[in-house]
C-alpha cells in the first residue's frame, strides 16, 4: 500500500488550500479513509475520515471549515480546507488501514497570519 499526498503550502489566514492522496496497493474502494496532522511540536491528530460508503467524521477544529471527500474511480482522497488560521499549520498526512495502518509521507501546511 502506497499513499501519496499533495496540495500542501503556503496560504494567507482566511485563505483555501485542497489536498489530495493518491493510494495504491489496495481495493480503495472497500477502505476508509484518513486526514491526520500534526502541528509543529505537538502530536499527531486526526482531521477527518470517511468511510468506504462515504460517511465523513471531523475534529471539532475544523468542522464546517473542511470537507472530506473520495474519488473512487481515481484513488483519490480530498481535503478541502477552507478560512484557514494559523493554528492549521502543519503536516498533513493521509491514512489508511489494510490489514495494518498505512502513512503517506505527509505534505507541509503553513498558514499565515
Known amino acids: 500500500v502506497q499513499l501519496q499526498a499533495s496540495g500542501g503550502g503556503l496560504v494567507l489566514a482566511g485563505g483555501s488550500l485542497r489536498l489530495s492522496c493518491k493510494a495504491s496497493?489496495?481495493?480503495?474502494?472497500?477502505?476508509?479513509m484518513a486526514w491526520y496532522r500534526q502541528p509543529p511540536g505537538k502530536q499527531r491528530e486526526v482531521v477527518a475520515n470517511?468511510?468506504?460508503?462515504?460517511?465523513?467524521n471531523y475534529a471539532d477544529s475544523v468542522k464546517g471549515r473542511c470537507t472530506i471527500s473520495r474519488d473512487n474511480a481515481r484513488r483519490l482522497v480530498h481535503l478541502q480546507m477552507n478560512s484557514l488560521s494559523p493554528d492549521d499549520t502543519a503536516v498533513y498526512y493521509c491514512?489508511?488501514?489494510?490489514?495494518?495502518?498505512?502513512w503517506g509521507r505527509g505534505t507541509l501546511v503553513t498558514v499565515s497570519s
Open positions: 491514512n489508511t488501514y489494510w490489514g495494518r495502518t498505512y
Open positions: 496497493g489496495m481495493n480503495f474502494g472497500a477502505a476508509a
Open positions: 470517511i468511510t468506504s460508503s462515504g460517511t465523513s
